[in-house]
């Protein structure tokens, strides 16, 4: 090996937010959840610009790519629309069997999971929390706690998002605060 053979990493993560040329960052307001929460009238009263998750995604190769692997860091903020948590809008992939794993890293949620049943249970997340979400399963996130949720993800590169299925028929079940503890309702 001589020094022409030694690179710096095409990608790194600090801060909890990856960086570099291949690092895709977006933002979720709550405009864009409009629909996905039960209290319409607490919604309402909310403003629409507020963020209330981002992303940063690495895709070192094309979208759809056979074989490769994408790695993501979300960061979720605390808050609730009544009294439903803050969540992502959540998805089933659109190559249906692809797999995922999903890591806390800072703050407490819960990922909430439903199969193509609709039947829907939850996993505690929390820093080193390790989820293996399986093929088939939608899977979305909900902030519990009362700072923001940091939880990392990697998923097969052409494993796609179905936001569609969701969209239309939400989860079967919500997850809620009553009297200050997470409740599948
Ligand atoms: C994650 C999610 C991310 C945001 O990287 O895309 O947490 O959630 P939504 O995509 O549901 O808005 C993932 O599951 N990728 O497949
Ligand atoms: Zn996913």
Do not use: C
């Not at 094309?62 to 074989?67: A, H, K, L």
């Not at 069997?97 to 806390?104: K, V």
């Not at 407490?108 to 505690?124: K, P, Q, T, Y």
């Not at 940091?150 to 809620?176: K, Q």
């Amino acid at each position: 090996m001589n020094g022409s053979d030694i690179f710096f990493p095409k990608a790194i993560f600090t801060n909890h937010s990856l960086s570099g040329e291949k690092v895709i960052k977006s933002t979720r307001i709550l405009a864009e959840l409009e629909g996905v929460f039960q209290d319409q009238k607490a919604f309402d009263l909310l403003d629409k610009q507020q963020v209330i998750y981002y992303v940063s995604s690495y895709m070192p190769v094309p979208e759809n790519t056979t074989g490769g692997l994408f790695m993501g860091i979300t960061t979720l903020y605390p808050g609730k629309v009544g009294n439903e948590y803050f969540m992502t809008k959540g998805h089933f992939h659109a190559t249906t069997d692809r797999a995922e794993f999903y890591w806390g890293v800072e703050g407490e949620g819960m990922l909430i999971l439903m199969d193509a049943e609709r039947n829907v249970w939850v996993e505690r997340m929390f820093p080193g929390s390790l989820h293996y979400i399986p093929g088939k399963i939608a899977h979305r996130v909900a902030n519990t706690g009362h700072q923001k949720l940091v939880f990392a993800a990697s998923w097969p590169s052409d494993a796609g998002h179905d936001y569609e299925t969701i969209a239309a028929n939400g989860f079967a079940r919500r997850l809620v605060d009553i009297n200050g503890i997470p409740t599948l309702s």
